[in-house]
C-alpha cells in the first residue's frame, strides 16, 4: 500500500511562487512515474506534470515553462516549482502514481487571486 502526503499550498497573488510537496511511503518501489495531479472546483482532475525515475518530465501545456517537477528519491518525495501563478491555477493539487492510480491523498489547495 502507498500513501501520498501533498503539502505546500496557499493563496498567493498573479505572478508569484508556490513550491509543492508530496512525500509518498508505503509501497514505493514498484513507482516508477510520479504524477502531479490538479482539480478546479467543478472541472475533472487533470495530469499537470509527470517524472520518472531516471529524470524524464512531461508538463501539460498549460504550465509548460512555469511548472517544474522534481524529485528527491533520498526523501521520497516529488516536488512542483510553480512560478508565474495565473487565477487559472486555483485548484487543489494531488500527487499519484502515473501508471498505476493508488489511493488519492487530500491534496493542497492552491489559489492565486488578487
Known amino acids: 500500500q502507498v500513501q501520498f502526503v501533498e503539502s505546500g499550498g496557499g493563496l498567493v497573488q498573479p505572478g508569484g511562487s508556490l513550491r509543492l510537496s508530496c512525500a509518498a511511503s508505503?509501497?514505493?518501489?514498484?513507482?516508477?512515474?510520479m504524477g502531479w495531479y490538479r482539480q478546479a472546483p467543478g472541472k475533472q482532475r487533470e495530469l499537470v506534470a509527470r517524472?520518472?525515475?531516471?529524470?524524464?518530465?512531461y508538463y501539460a501545456d498549460s504550465v509548460k515553462g512555469r511548472f517544474t517537477i522534481s524529485g528527491d528519491d533520498a526523501k521520497n518525495t516529488v516536488y512542483l516549482q510553480m512560478n508565474s501563478l495565473k487565477p487559472e491555477d486555483t485548484a487543489v493539487y494531488y500527487c499519484?502514481?502515473?501508471?498505476?492510480?493508488?489511493?488519492w491523498g487530500q491534496g493542497t489547495q492552491v489559489t492565486v487571486s488578487s
Open positions: 499519484n502514481d502515473f501508471a498505476r492510480t493508488r489511493t
Open positions: 508505503g509501497s514505493i518501489f514498484s513507482i516508477y512515474t
Open positions: 517524472i520518472t525515475n531516471g529524470g524524464y518530465t
